[in-house]
């Protein structure tokens, strides 16, 4: 941002359209860009042939600098993303917005553990399988659950105990 920006009001929106895909748009008057898609004022607008739409979502940015890459950011998201951006479900936003790869820097520490993580270390004295759930979260807990329908021994390969998964896996154990 320069210095000697002008301060100004605009604002970042997303809309619902008529097929649930999202619009996301930058306009310095709300209500006045909010009709014009409302009413097809411009035929080539992405919303035109996706009416009746909803205003879902905006926020009042000072500088346009900022809307413009407020903008960008937001139209680079998933539909997941915006989804709960717009439902204010800023837990599921910060969860959608953590990368889960295993070469992620947060399972740095783990490889080590886990024999190189190569399929043929990770089997038990009796020959049943050693299955690791990567990520403690909520698709964690569900892949617990139906790994609990074979005959294996599961792991959660996650450092923070309190997560779904590693809940889930201390009542399967206490069950078994």
């Not at 860009?33 to 739409?53: I, M, Q, S």
């Not at 892949?143 to 792991?155: D, H, M």
């Not at 959660?156 to 309190?162: G, I, Q």
């Amino acid at each position: 941002m320069t210095g000697n920006a002008q301060q100004h009001t605009y604002y970042v929106y997303i809309i619902l359209c008529n097929d649930r895909s999202y619009y996301t748009g930058l306009t310095n008057d709300l209500v006045r860009r909010f009709e014009e898609h409302v009413a097809g004022f411009f035929e080539a607008c992405y919303t035109y042939g996706r009416r009746p739409l909803v205003l879902k979502y905006y926020e009042i940015i000072p500088f346009l600098e900022e809307a413009v890459n407020r903008e960008l950011q937001i139209k680079g998201w998933s539909k997941a993303k915006k989804k709960a951006l717009t439902e204010g479900n800023f837990h599921k936003l910060q969860l959608l917005s953590q990368c889960n790869n295993f070469s992620h820097h947060k399972y740095k520490d783990l490889e080590k553990g886990l024999d190189s993580a190569r399929p043929s270390a990770l089997r038990l004295r009796s020959g049943q399988p050693r299955i690791g759930i990567l990520g403690g979260g909520q698709l964690g807990r569900m892949l617990l659950q139906a790994a609990a329908n074979y005959p294996v021994e599961t792991f959660v390969m996650e450092n923070d105990p309190s997560c779904p998964a590693a809940t889930s896996a201390i009542i399967l154990q206490k069950a078994i």
